[in-house]
Each structure stands twice: as structure tokens, then as C-alpha cells.
């Protein structure tokens, strides 16, 4: 799990390098601006142990289906 929590913080710091660039914030602005919203209830997640993506699908091409006959 700690490469889980090492891979939410780099891509926490990534968005908010990003939303920094944005907003064109000189590095001053920058730095105060990442440690206001570098916090760890930004990034949080929780792990789920059952795989839900074929009901996803379903739903999907059931809503594609749908939408294709109007």
C-alpha cells in the first residue's frame, strides 16, 4: 500500500503543479499555493476489493442500446 499512497501524493503534487501553471503564480505564489491544497484529504482513497467494471459495461450498452434506436 505504500506505493499506492508515494503514487497519490506524486499525483497530487502533478495536479497542483498544473493548476499552479494555469494560473501563471510566480514561485513565491506557487509554493504557498501547494502547501495550502498539498494535503493528505486531497488525495484520498479507499481501496475496494470487488471489481465492478462488467456492471459498468452493462449499464453502458444498455444505455448506448437505448439512446440508439431514438
Request: hydrophobic share 35%; net charge neutral; with cysteine.
Amino acid at each position: 500500500m505504500d506505493f499506492l499512497e508515494e503514487l497519490l501524493i506524486i499525483n497530487n503534487l502533478y495536479i497542483l503543479n498544473k493548476i499552479a501553471d494555469e494560473k501563471n503564480l510566480d514561485d513565491e505564489k506557487r509554493i504557498e499555493f501547494i502547501k495550502k491544497y498539498n494535503k493528505n484529504n486531497n488525495r484520498l482513497f479507499t481501496p475496494c476489493k470487488i471489481y465492478m467494471i462488467d456492471d459498468y459495461k452493462k449499464e453502458v450498452d444498455k444505455y448506448n442500446l437505448l439512446n440508439s434506436n431514438k
